[in-house]
């Protein structure tokens, strides 16, 4: 997509109104929405905005900011086209104002990491599956947890309610050039998933936030309200966002296949899942962010606990699923919907790079049920978990110098800082369980 391609699709489309957007460190996608009449002075990178505004970002005295549009990510909404007005969205990195990209960018923290890989020979190519949960709203419009179905795994209709939200989901992803391998219910009730076609790790992690956007604008329509949090009901499954990736070679060969392996992975794909898992501790602040992540990551509810990998075993983090060829892949499964995509991937990749760098030795693979190991056994089988609080996921990852090099200092300490404070909130509140078990006991 060029200049010249976006200014001639908003004339034959009559599109007047545009979203500049881009993402805080959090992983939210902000906008500012520009007339027609901004429209050349936006794709020329001349719109401004206050930094100090956003979480995370820039203190007041330094809060002057500029959008630079990837005039690839151009694309009409589908939803926003009233009397034969439409409207559309760019993404866009965070520059300052002589031009240099900003280091607290999420988006560029991932292309200074994809940009690591390039120099050892590498692309990557990401699939994300995030999982989200469909609940009703109240006669004032609050949202509930109340979900719009007690269907379960790949139920049909008329008991999975939500099928015509998910239909709608798709033709609107499909309109703005998603590709769509299949939807379906989820084991939760209440709970779906679409998935749509892998791509270069930057387009992943732009549709990624761009997928979240368009479940939650169309379930609004439907009456719905979409959350992806991790765990909003106690004892049913939660939603996880499974990532699949892989690198490949300048050639176009996947470099994690190896036809002559037993397995069909390669030296490398070894030595990936090696870095993966031994930095698996370390990134799950950022590939699981919330206090209320860590209500997902427990045994019981298929979620990933354990740090451990396998060809086929769901219970263990890194999973290897069956295709093979251009197909082969590591599945990481720790990841939750709620983590920003841009810094969960460069974590990931940075961690797998280690293994490749430092050619670590792949532990042996867990083929068995490792919710029913016992302590004993998973300790002589050196099988660690994953953290178990957002406290300790964040001391971990301090320690974890991967962290550091991949965020850069600034958004390292500006999420160390925001994390500490979500923590803080939470360990001083009081909640109803509290008040449930304590207030009439004593």
């Not at 049909?156 to 939200?165: E, H, K, N, Y």
């Not at 251009?326 to 990841?335: F, K, N, Q, W």
Request: net charge negative.
């Amino acid at each position: 997509m060029t200049r010249d391609d976006i200014l001639k699709i908003v004339e034959e489309q009559k599109i007047n109104f545009f979203r500049m957007q881009f993402v805080d460190i959090n992983g939210f996608q902000k906008n500012i929405a520009i007339p027609r009449s901004q429209l050349e002075k936006a794709l020329d990178g001349g719109i401004m905005f206050d930094g100090s505004s956003i979480d995370g970002f820039a203190r007041i005295n330094e809060s002057d900011m500029f959008l630079k549009p990837d005039f690839d990510t151009f694309v009409v909404l589908p939803w926003r086209n009233k009397d034969g007005i439409a409207a559309a969205r760019i993404i866009c990195d965070v520059h300052l104002p002589d031009g240099t990209p900003y280091e607290g960018c999420p988006r560029i923290a991932l292309k200074r990491s994809l940009a690591v890989a390039a120099e050892m020979g590498y692309t990557m190519n990401i699939g994300t599956e995030a999982e989200f949960f469909l609940f009703e709203r109240d006669d004032d419009g609050n949202s509930t947890t109340i979900t719009n179905d007690n269907a379960g795994y790949f139920e049909l209709d008329p008991v999975d309610l939500g099928s015509d939200c998910r239909r709608e989901v798709i033709e609107t992803l499909e309109a703005m050039g998603f590709e769509i391998e299949a939807s379906h219910h989820e084991v939760a009730e209440g709970q779906h998933e679409i998935n749509f076609k892998f791509s270069d790790a930057l387009t992943a992690c732009d549709n990624t936030v761009t997928f979240k956007w368009v479940v939650k604008a169309v379930a609004n329509k439907y009456g719905y309200h979409a959350t992806f949090m991790p765990k909003p009901i106690f004892g049913i499954n939660g939603s996880g966002m499974h990532t699949n990736q892989s690198l490949f070679k300048a050639d176009g060969s996947n470099a994690f296949e190896d036809t002559s392996d037993p397995g069909g992975l390669s030296k490398v794909a070894y030595q990936y899942i090696a870095g993966v898992i031994k930095n698996a501790r370390g990134f799950a602040a950022v590939t699981n962010p919330l206090v209320n992540s860590y209500k997902r990551l427990v045994p019981g509810y298929e979620a990933p606990v354990y740090v451990a990998w396998s060809a086929s075993n769901r219970s263990a983090l890194v999973r290897i699923p069956a295709s093979r060829g251009l197909g082969t892949r590591v599945e990481i499964r720790c990841p939750d919907p709620t983590c920003n995509p841009y810094l969960a991937v460069a974590m990931m990749l940075n961690s797998g790079l280690d293994g490749i760098k430092n050619e670590l030795p792949t532990c042996d693979p867990v083929d068995v049920d490792i919710f029913s190991m016992s302590q004993a056994d998973k300790d002589a089988a050196g099988i660690p978990s994953m953290p178990g609080s957002l406290r300790e996921a964040l001391d971990v990852m301090i320690e974890n110098p991967i962290a550091k090099e991949t965020l850069g200092n600034h958004i390292f300490e500006k999420y160390v800082e925001l994390k500490t404070a979500e923590w803080d909130s939470f360990r001083v509140a009081v909640t109803d369980w509290e008040l449930d078990t304590y207030l009439d006991l004593y």
